[in-house]
């Protein structure tokens, strides 16, 4: 059976030409990179354009971009790092929307059971923070914001731009978790007026376990790893070269590719939606105009468990939301927040397109679907 995939929000495949990039980093360059001989410069040279590539792609300085082990880790660093370096500063205060991803969300718990004042800001039906309430939330003891550039459930696109203006306004540190969102919209921080965004590789086609924190410079970030004296002596540990270099080379693409990857997954999408619009009782969660890899659909009738099941059993690889959850029988926190029932949460799944996917699996995929929901709705 030739599986069809349907779950890039969950992560993405190795791009071939990305592969090729790191594999001298594996075995021929493979010294570690703050050794000073030979083999350890040619390392901390590649990490060096590595980093230049990434600021320049983002808008940013060098020394301003930090490597990680991915989203989590970025997430977790901006939090913890941002907020207590705050904290010194008096300030106890800290807002986080209520639709994060995991990563954000745990931070943020912790954060209220080490005494911080944490309060989430709310969502329109759209899925998008709600401007004017923000702006009541934030006051002068605020620390720090986070609200996610585009949703990695319902791909809706927040006002990062305008919600960062605002916490500036109250001397608050804005942070935006640009994981989903960095294979489809450009980034830059200067115009986006943030001071920490983090992204990962393998959700733009390069490995896991590599990410980056983007900390703008001048601002207080508490140490994140003890040990060696990497990352500016803010973040220890020996630094993954081969992964380095891959996510530098797969950003790189995915931004010089970005427009014609995204008018390809919009007629996808819309391929997609035509041909099962055949069925009632379904319609789209979140904004329409939001991301165009993803797609979360609300099947009346149908739980989300039963589907997935039956999908994957006819080679159709899809989610229900974030794979960090997917162990969960709780229904999606950012479908409540938006206002659905746990009983539509749990009627909900996600279809997430990629550059390789064909018309030819998009037809064959809402066939199944089409089926599917037919069958159990049936049963």
């Not at 594999?23 to 980093?51: C, I, Q, T, W």
């Not at 960062?164 to 935006?176: D, M, N």
């Not at 986006?192 to 410079?217: E, M, Q, R, W």
Request: charged share 25%; net charge negative.
């Amino acid at each position: 059976m030739e599986r069809i995939y349907f779950d890039h929000a969950a992560t993405t495949s190795l791009d071939p030409e990305v592969l090729e990039k790191m594999l001298p980093y594996f075995s021929a360059e493979y010294g570690n990179a703050d050794s000073l001989h030979a083999l350890g410069r040619k390392a901390m040279n590649a990490v060096d354009e590595a980093r230049d590539k990434v600021a320049q792609l983002l808008g940013a300085k060098p020394n301003e971009i930090y490597f990680t082990s991915g989203g989590t880790e970025s997430d977790n660093w901006a939090m913890f790092g941002g907020a207590y370096a705050q904290r010194r500063l008096g300030r106890k205060k800290v807002l986080v929307s209520a639709i994060e991803h995991h990563a954000v969300m745990a931070s943020a718990e912790k954060l209220s059971e080490d005494g911080f004042d944490v309060q989430y800001l709310p969502v329109t039906a759209s899925g998008k923070v709600d401007l004017d309430l923000a702006k009541t939330l934030l006051t002068g003891d605020t620390a720090l914001v986070a609200v996610m550039m585009a949703n990695n459930e319902t791909g809706a696109i927040q006002p990062v731009k305008e919600l960062a203006t605002l916490a500036k306004e109250q001397g608050s540190l804005f942070f935006t978790d640009c994981v989903q969102a960095a294979p489809y919209l450009p980034l830059n921080v200067g115009e986006l007026g943030v001071d920490t965004l983090a992204l990962s590789a393998h959700k733009f086609y390069g490995p896991k376990g590599c990410g980056v924190l983007y900390i703008k410079n001048g601002v207080k970030m508490d140490r994140h790893i003890l040990g060696g004296e990497q990352e500016r002596g803010l973040r220890g540990g020996t630094t993954n070269v081969p992964a380095v270099v891959g996510l530098a080379a797969a950003y790189e693409k995915t931004v010089r590719t970005m427009q014609e990857t995204n008018r390809k997954l919009q007629r996808l999408r819309a391929l997609f939606l035509e041909k099962i619009a055949c069925l009632d009782g379904v319609c789209i969660n979140g904004d329409e105009n939001g991301l165009p890899a993803i797609v979360n659909l609300q099947i009346d009738g149908v739980e989300n468990s039963a589907f997935l099941y039956k999908m994957d059993l006819q080679g159709v690889c899809l989610a229900a939301g974030s794979a960090c959850a997917s162990a969960s029988l709780k229904p999606s926190h950012v479908l409540t927040a938006m206002g659905l029932t746990e009983q539509k949460a749990k009627s909900s799944v996600r279809f997430s397109f990629g550059k390789d996917n064909t018309e030819e699996e998009i037809l064959r995929g809402a066939e199944l679907t089409v089926e599917t929901v037919r069958s159990l709705r049936n049963f």
